[in-house]
């Protein structure tokens, strides 16, 4: 073969691979054949679900979140346990924790109806994680679709992967990190924490025994401090629950970056980012004084995770039960 002949078929070659690649990339509009009702609909019952239970919209972007923090976008948090196959809602950060599997149901068979065995349960929740910031406030995107769902689960996934709580700041950039995120997006996603509820088991040792020491989290004001004492006092109600945002508990805004400069944050893996001085504190101080900015880069920043290892065809199936791997 010549050498012009080689670079030719060379040429040829990578031509259709990133066609191909460019093919299996998510993108906007991408039901506006096949489904074109799609987002209306998953918007309808999102709306009919927070009149219903106002915590709701946090507990499908947390849904969203969890679930691309384990093999990707890929529904596998949806998957019910059966007596041969082990899912991750019985992981320690899901367990008795993560809610609204009952609204996915419900979108999902709205969909169904409409257009069958068309939309996946990795893209409703990529879309009711959207649509739940806007209804509490916050900012909106273009949802780029197309993800495939998953028929495995990872249970050792989701007890691993997922952030906790009680994490610093550099374990926190870690676990971003991992998964193709930035610094940056794990300052700005934090920032979801501007709606919903924790309960007290996941921030009690700050209360009155931070790190062993027998003593409470100094960086807890200590009205605040006294306030979660009395509503979480130690053998307690584990599951109470408090606001992530004291302030403004139902409005997705900028207050939860202000509450940090305030030492009220809720838990530890919030009020770190603020403590820690550096890029995290700047962080804080740029997005509690500017609320677009907030919004634009959370936008941003949702995008980037809704990316993360996605299936795309030919991977993946169309679940029509998003809790049954088949």
Known sequence: MTLVGFVLMSYVFFFFFFLSVGRCQLQTGFYASSCPNAESIV????SKATQQDSRLPASLIRLHFH?????GCDASVLLDDTSSFTGEKTAGPNNNSLRGFEVIDTIKASLESSCKGVVSCADILAIAARDSSVITGGPSWDV????RDSTTASLSGANSQIPSPAFT???????FTAKGLSAEDMFTLSGAHTIGQAKC???SGRLFNNSGSGQPDPSIRPGFLKSLQSACPQGGDATALQPLDVATA????????SNLLLGRGLLNSDQ???TTVGTARNFVKAYSSDQSKFFSNFAGSMINMG???PLTTPNGIIRSNCRVPS
């Open 144 to 147: 780029r679709l197309g993800r």
């Open 169 to 175: 700041v550099n374990q926190l950039i870690s676990a």
């Open 272 to 274: 770190v980012l603020s």
């Open 201 to 203: 088991s996941s921030f």
């Open 67 to 71: 679930d691309c923090f384990v093999q």
């Open 307 to 309: 990316n993360i290892s």
């Open 250 to 257: 139902t409005t997705f805004d900028n207050q939860y970056y």
């Open 43 to 46: 918007k309808s019952e999102v």
